[in-house]
């Protein structure tokens, strides 16, 4: 007797798995979460009951050039630690299908083919949607680049208000709507952002299709372009200065710098794109299981980020 749908996919999800994991595959659909990949922006770890974020936020306040060899020096107890700390959010996708369609694939052929068909469209609507979330502003607690890196530059972020706590401000500017001002504008951001350490330099860039194109036409006449080992993505992605320049269909005018030493997607260890048990389902002659993760988005250092929009 063949086995059924549901047996076939408790075998074959590890193996599709790893197939979307392999470089030509993994973020299929998207040179955004490709090049963050790439650049280590995905952080994978044990979660515990919030992510937390240490903050090295501000020189010692007690250093200082003394006047003579005698000047008093100040005791106060050092404070220069903090953290941000953030809520980890939950991202389900489930997977259902009837008797009858185990009844119209007999053979193991057949199903193989047809869980193949619904375990790649649940992992790759899984990513979909991550992707999308990355540029609103929440999403059912999953923080997207609008609430972490607002055109505001300041609100509040792993429990940080930037309005009083002023080294917790991402620099932000608007560029005009015909582009002539666009490079101008992206290098005093960057310039912000870097803070005059090369280490620390965005990289990489991020927004919607209309801001990207906008960006390539200002270049035409020196066009800087990457080639597919930056990005990592199979395709020639156009460059701001050091950093590839990739555009997603989820974005919008807001363009995005980014430094994966800053801007992080943290997703568990034990459950990124976990597959469950496969369960019948009440009232129905139908089957499912629910490919599931635990993660977030956060920031350690929002200034050195930014977001440039079009005024």
Do not use: C, H
């Given at each position: 007797m063949a086995l059924t749908i549901g047996q076939i996919a408790a075998v074959s999800y590890p193996e599709v798995v790893a197939e979307n994991k392999k470089a030509a595959n993994q973020w299929a659909e998207s040179a955004f979460m490709r090049a963050l990949e790439k650049l280590g922006g995905i952080?994978?770890?044990?979660?515990?009951?919030?992510?937390?974020?240490?903050?090295?936020?501000?020189?010692?306040?007690?250093?200082?050039?003394?006047?003579?060899?005698?000047?008093?020096?100040?005791?106060?107890?050092?404070?220069?630690?903090?953290?941000?700390?953030?809520?980890?959010?939950?991202?389900?996708?489930?997977?259902?299908?009837?008797?009858?369609?185990?009844?119209?694939?007999?053979?193991?052929?057949?199903?193989?083919?047809?869980?193949?068909?619904?375990?790649?469209?649940g992992i790759q609507s899984h990513d979909d949607l991550v992707e999308e979330a990355l540029f609103t502003t929440s999403t059912n607690g999953f923080l997207g680049m609008a609430t972490i890196i607002p055109t505001s530059g300041q609100g509040t972020v792993g429990g940080i208000d930037a309005s009083t706590e002023t080294f917790w401000r991402n620099p932000a500017d608007t560029y005009l709507a015909d582009g002539s001002d666009i490079e101008a504008v992206l290098t005093d951001l960057w310039n912000s952002a870097t803070k005059g350490t090369g280490g620390m330099a965005p990289k990489l860039l991020v927004s919607g299709d209309a801001a990207?194109?906008?960006f390539e036409s200002t270049q035409v006449s020196l066009k800087r372009f990457?080639?597919?080992?930056?990005?990592?993505?199979?395709?020639?992605?156009?460059?701001?200065?050091?950093?590839?320049?990739?555009?997603?269909?989820?974005?919008?005018?807001?363009?995005?710098?980014?430094?994966?030493?800053?801007?992080?997607?943290?997703?568990?260890?034990?459950y990124f794109r976990d597959k469950g048990e496969t369960r019948e389902t009440e009232d129905s002659n139908g089957f499912a299981f629910k490919i599931y993760s635990a993660l977030q988005t956060i920031t350690n250092n929002k200034s050195r980020l930014f977001v440039a929009s079009e005024a």
């Open positions: 952080d994978r770890r044990n979660l515990g009951e919030v992510i937390e974020a240490p903050l090295d936020y501000r020189r010692n306040p007690g250093a200082a050039f003394l006047a003579t060899d005698l000047t008093p020096v100040s005791l106060a107890k050092t404070e220069v630690i903090t953290a941000a700390s953030y809520d980890i959010a939950q991202l389900s996708v489930p997977v259902v299908w009837s008797k009858m369609d185990d009844a119209k694939n007999p053979s193991e052929n057949q199903k193989i083919a047809f869980v193949k068909a619904l375990l790649d469209n990207n194109s906008l990457m080639g597919v080992s930056k990005a990592d993505g199979g395709f020639e992605s156009v460059a701001f200065k050091t950093a590839p320049y990739v555009f997603s269909q989820y974005g919008t005018d807001e363009i995005y710098g980014l430094n994966p030493k800053s801007f992080r997607l943290v997703v568990s260890k034990q």
